[in-house]
């Protein structure tokens, strides 16, 4: 039964605090303009630290081939703080704050190894429970956890190497959600009886599943640049191309949620 609160009624839309939406310009502008600078000016320069830690040292790239700590750093700063606003407004949505904890994982991982297969795997649960959002059929998402833990045995026992098995799932859970998410767009925009704000909110979600899809397709040339497949003078523009997708992708599931807002 449609639940009525999304019904066209007198509905009090309550606006998200101004601070918010500053803070992802700021981060977005920043670490594009940052990014581009490195990329463009200083390609060539690299720049290394070394950290002492008791008897072990580490050499850390501060710069290199155009790839800056700092814009890492800033990068991952917006992720972090993606979850605290899903924490903090849509803690009712169990499967959005599921799903943008696993993201935050996945990119931990990626920050620290950009070729992990770990990180491709843990993006296969975030797009799961994303995927619990929207599918209307239990059986359905019973089938797709079922084939989605198949295809990542036979990743493992096979000789396969798991990133292609992991990319595989990856790839089939996040056209699964494009898939999922426009119908869901499609039926409250035919059936009129949803509120704008309804309407509004599910095409954030289907606009934030095609950003992240054109994100991934150039996180998969930056992995085949860093594997020696494309040269790898590539990769550091594909990535920078990928973190204009990606960013604002998350920014507008973090937006996307039907439950209450706290």
Not at 37 to 43: A, H, T
Not at 160 to 171: D, E, G, K, Q, W
Request: proline content about 3%; glycine content about 4%.
């Amino acid at each position: 039964m449609r639940d009525e609160k999304f019904m066209k009624t007198e509905e009090k839309v309550t606006n998200p605090n101004l601070i918010w939406p500053v803070i992802w310009v700021t981060i977005f502008v920043s670490f594009v303009l940052l990014d581009l600078y490195f990329k463009v000016f200083r390609i060539d320069d690299e720049i290394f630290k070394i950290l002492s830690i008791g008897d072990h040292s580490f050499k850390i790239a501060v710069l290199e081939n155009g790839n800056s700590l700092i814009v890492k750093y800033l990068k991952y700063l917006g992720i972090i703080l993606n979850l605290v606003y899903v924490l903090k407004r849509s803690p009712k949505d169990l499967f959005l704050v599921i799903a943008i904890t696993f993201t935050l994982i996945a990119d931990t991982i990626f920050a620290l190894n950009p070729t992990s297969a770990w990180a491709v795997l843990v993006f296969c649960f975030a797009q799961y429970f994303h995927s619990l959002r929207f599918a209307k059929n239990k059986k359905l998402s019973v089938v797709r956890a079922v084939f989605t833990i198949l295809v990542l045995i036979f990743g493992f026992a096979s000789s396969l190497s798991n990133i292609y098995a992991f990319a595989y799932v990856y790839t089939f859970l996040i056209v699964g959600n494009i898939h999922l998410s426009y119908r869901n767009l499609d039926r409250v925009c035919r059936e009129k009886t949803y509120s704008k704000k309804y309407q509004r909110l599910c095409a954030y979600a289907f606009a934030g599943f095609i950003l992240f899809f054109f994100c991934d397709v150039n996180i998969a040339l930056t992995f085949y640049s860093n594997s020696g497949i494309l040269p790898a003078s590539f990769g550091p523009y594909i990535n920078f191309i990928a973190w204009l997708f990606y960013y604002p992708s998350q920014i507008l599931l973090i937006n996307s949620s039907l439950k209450d807002q706290a």
